[in-house]
């Protein structure tokens, strides 16, 4: 594959926009090591936390800061992501590495912080046509994927210093129960799947298989590529709801982004990761590929599947919430009830039918 197609920002969404002049006197005074003229592009992600690229002259750069619209810290927690990488980069290669972090809110509105741009190759589901992989370089990826993911739940989050990122007792049901209660906050339509789907959860209860730390978030476009070896997965993205807890859970959360070509069309129009190219292995591929790579029970694979649908139909519903409520402007949000109500009919589905392949 040719390296042509590295990841690249595009023009700044309206509404989104960074005071460019306040951040450049910034950058002068606390950063004076990267001189030239600033430029401000955004990334195409970033559904919660809004990602910008930042050249200065020469330097390129990547700024985070949380989106705009009313200030939820436990939700978009500027320190806690820095802290992050600021004590894993010594202890996990796939990490990007941490630059600045700025607390004072006078300059952009919120707090931010700085990182290194990791240039690479980035597949996302609107990806052209020209850039999809061949069906053998598609399941050598995949399986990168996944085995990328084994190595971040063997990671020694002790030894790096993190034991305080999170409550690994107790981490499913406290998931269950904070889900469930972000879904009626950020409620605005009937869905009486999602609430079926949360009633099941709670009352179908698994405690732990283990604790690690965990990404919560991991999919095709939150991994970057090396341009030269797509198979080789260089760093992991979007570490906003990281912390510690069932590693199964991160699996589950995986695989509800696993969309495949035997699912129905309304779902694969829902698709947020490009898993229906030729050459994706089956959802129940990469659960065997998981278990025999982490030597871990999946016995269980269905609650956690379904876990992993609820709640990003919950994260789905919170954006779409920001969205008629006027917080955001972007437009790929406008339609988001409807992955809200797909996401939900599947995970009932897989209930119902006590699997996680061929649903209907």
Not at 122 to 134: S, T
Not at 208 to 237: F, G, M, Q
Not at 262 to 287: A, F, H, M
């Amino acid at each position: 594959m040719s390296n042509n197609w590295k990841d690249k920002a595009g023009p700044v969404r309206k509404g989104e926009e960074l005071d460019t002049s306040a951040l450049s006197g910034y950058l002068r005074e606390h950063l004076p090591q990267y001189t030239g003229a600033l430029t401000v592009k955004q990334f195409p992600g970033g559904a919660s936390n809004l990602t910008y690229a930042l050249d200065i002259g020469a330097h390129r750069l990547v700024l985070r800061r949380p989106p705009f619209g009313p200030k939820i810290k436990s939700a978009h927690d500027m320190s806690r992501e820095y802290k992050l990488f600021s004590r894993l980069i010594n202890h996990y290669e796939k990490v990007p590495a941490p630059i600045h972090f700025c607390e004072d809110e006078s300059i952009l509105g919120r707090e931010f912080y700085i990182m290194e741009r990791v240039e690479g190759i980035i597949l996302r589901a609107g990806m052209p046509e020209v850039m999809y992989p061949e069906p053998a370089l598609m399941g050598k990826i995949a399986h990168s994927l996944i085995e990328t993911l084994v190595d971040l739940h063997q990671v020694d989050y002790a030894e790096a210093g993190l034991q305080d990122l999170g409550r690994p007792k107790g981490y499913n049901e406290r998931q269950i129960t904070g889900w469930t209660k972000r879904y009626y906050n950020a409620k605005t339509d009937e869905v009486p799947e999602i609430e079926k789907v949360g009633y099941w959860l709670a009352n179908n209860l698994l405690n732990e298989s283990d604790n690690c730390l965990i990404h919560n978030d991991y999919k095709y476009d939150n991994v970057v590529l090396d341009p030269k070896d797509w198979t080789r997965v260089i760093a992991i993205l979007d570490w906003e709801m990281c912390t510690l807890g069932d590693p199964l859970m991160d699996l589950g959360t995986a695989l509800c982004y696993w969309t495949t070509k035997d699912d129905p069309d309304w779902i694969q129009q829902l698709t947020l990761s490009p898993t229906t190219l030729p050459g994706n292995p089956s959802r129940e591929e990469i659960v065997n590929w998981y278990s025999k790579a982490s030597n871990r029970d999946i016995s269980n694979i269905v609650f956690y599947y379904v876990f992993g649908l609820f709640k990003i139909a919950v994260v789905v519903q919170q954006i779409y919430k920001r969205y008629k409520t006027g917080h955001s402007t972007n437009p790929k949000f406008a339609h988001m009830n409807h992955m809200v109500k797909g996401l939900s009919v599947m995970a009932w589905q897989a209930i119902q039918k006590n699997k996680i392949e061929n649903l209907f």
